[in-house]
C-alpha cells in the first residue's frame, strides 16, 4: 500500500512539473523563434525602423544593437535610465548619472534608440545626416527618428569609419566578427565592459528580425 501511495504521490509530482514546464517548452519551439522568457523584453528589437528602405542586412544589425541598448517601448526618444525626451529636434544633450557598471559616479548624454553621445551624434551626424540645418556658420541636426535611422544605416555601412565592409560580413554570416568589431562604441554587444541581460540572447534576435527584415 505504501509503495502505491508512493507512486501516487510521484506521479502528482511529474503532472504538476509538466504543467508548470510547458509554457517554456512552448515558447522554444515558438516560431517567433526567441529563447524561453526573452519574448516580453525585446521591444528594442521588436520594434520596427522608421526609415524606409535600405540594406535588411544593416537594418536588423540596427534593430539588434537597439535590443541591447535602448530596449523600450519608445526607443527613440529614450535617455540613459529610461526617461523619455521631449523634444528631438536636436540631441537632447542632458547628462545622467551613470548608477552601476565601471563607470558608476560618471554621467553620460546617451540618447535615442542607438544611444548616440552628444558628442557622437554631432561628429556623425556632420558626415551622414540627410538634412542638416545651416544658417551662416552654425549648423544644427534634427535628432527625429527618420533621421537617427539614416545616419546610424549610413555610419554602419560606410567601410571607411571601421576599416571593414560590415554589409558583405553580415551576409557571410560573420555575426561574431561584427559585434566584436562594434563592441568598443556598443559596450552591450558582447565583447566591451558592459554587457546586460539582453547580451546573451543578441546573436538569436540578429537571425529573427533579419529573417523579418528579408
Known amino acids: 500500500m505504501t509503495e502505491r501511495k508512493n507512486f501516487f504521490l510521484a506521479s502528482g509530482i511529474l503532472a504538476i512539473a509538466l504543467i508548470l514546464l510547458y509554457p517554456a517548452w512552448r515558447d522554444l519551439r ?5 529563447l524561453p522568457g526573452t519574448k516580453e523584453v525585446i521591444r528594442g528589437a521588436r ?3 522608421v526609415m524606409k528602405g535600405g540594406d535588411p542586412y544593416i537594418r536588423a544589425l540596427m534593430r539588434t ?33 551613470i548608477v552601476t557598471g565601471p563607470n558608476r559616479g560618471n554621467c553620460t548624454t546617451a540618447a535615442g534608440r542607438y544611444q548616440f553621445l552628444t558628442t557622437t551624434w554631432i561628429e556623425k551626424a556632420r558626415i551622414y545626416h540627410p538634412r542638416p540645418w545651416r544658417f551662416l556658420l552654425w549648423e544644427s541636426y534634427s535628432f527625429e527618428p527618420q533621421y537617427q ?3 546610424m544605416h549610413e555610419w554602419l555601412s560606410d567601410y571607411y569609419a571601421w576599416g571593414a565592409d560590415i554589409p558583405q560580413l553580415l551576409r557571410q554570416g560573420e555575426w561574431d ?18 554587457s546586460n541581460s539582453m547580451t546573451p540572447y543578441l546573436r538569436q534576435i540578429y537571425q529573427q528580425v533579419l529573417a523579418e527584415e528579408l
Not at 515558438?30 to 526567441?34: E, I, L, V
Not at 535602448?70 to 537632447?92: F, I, K, T
Open 149 to 151: 535611422d539614416a545616419v
Open 30 to 34: 515558438s516560431p517567433t523563434g526567441y
Open 65 to 97: 544593437i537597439s535590443a541591447s541598448e535602448s530596449n523600450y517601448p519608445q526607443p527613440y526618444g529614450v535617455l540613459y535610465g529610461g526617461e523619455q525626451a521631449e523634444d528631438l529636434s536636436s540631441h537632447p544633450d542632458k547628462c545622467v548619472t
Open 177 to 194: 566578427y561584427v559585434f566584436r568589431l562594434l563592441s568598443g562604441t556598443w559596450t552591450s554587444l558582447g565583447y566591451g565592459i558592459e
Open 47 to 49: 520594434k520596427p525602423l
